[in-house]
């Protein structure tokens, strides 16, 4: 299993991250070179810096 954490700019801290866990889930984007049968889980989800 590859486990996987999802760090984003502190500017959009209200994100709720939909468009990531869509994206890994369809393997698009960044999570293009996951296949879609290998097992990923997201462990976690965090901002950094602070927004401006």
Request: hydrophobic share 35%.
């Amino acid at each position: 299993m590859t486990k996987i954490g999802i760090i984003i700019c502190g500017r959009d801290q209200g994100c709720g991250g939909g468009k990531c866990f869509r994206a890994l889930r369809e393997r698009q984007g960044a999570f293009a070179i996951y296949p879609p049968e290998a097992s990923v889980k997201i462990v976690g989800y965090s901002t950094w810096g602070t927004p401006k």
